[in-house]
Nanobody, 118 residues
Framework: QVQLVEAGGGLVQTGGSLRLSCAAS?????IGWFRQAPEKEREFVAA????????AYADSVRGRFAISGDNAKNTVYLQMNNLKPEDTAVYYC??????????????WGQGTQVTVSS
């Protein structure tokens, strides 16, 4: 069983940066982030595999966000640059031990709030 603990959310101005972290207690083949804004459906943001050689990004964040992992710490990071008000949402860490989270999520973190002011 995998537990995911997120940190790093907060309030920033448009154009600012934040770095989110997600520490996993067990093995994950694929790990990354989804987000959910008020009155909207949860949407995919970014993912990375255990090897670190394969990444995926939503079109809305490509070029601004970067996902990376530290296998020794079993932790992934999401560097968020040039933030926009449209990025305001609760960000959830997501993981799967045997498949891509693009195909299905087996474990979810508790969520961390990111707010970008105009």
């Amino acid at each position: 069983q995998v537990q995911l603990v997120e940190a790093g959310g907060g309030l920033v101005q448009t154009g600012g940066s934040l770095r989110l972290s997600c520490a996993a207690s067990g093995y994950t083949f694929s790990i990354g982030w989804f987000r959910q804004a008020p009155e909207k459906e949860r949407e995919f943001v970014a993912a990375v595999t255990r090897s670190g050689r394969t990444t995926a990004y939503a079109d809305s964040v490509r070029g601004r966000f970067a996902i990376s992992g530290d296998n020794a710490k079993n932790t992934v990071y999401l560097q968020m640059n040039n933030l926009k008000p449209e990025d305001t949402a609760v960000y959830y860490c997501a993981a799967s031990p045997s498949r891509s989270i693009l195909g299905g999520v087996d474990y979810w973190g508790q969520g961390t709030q990111v707010t970008v002011s105009s």
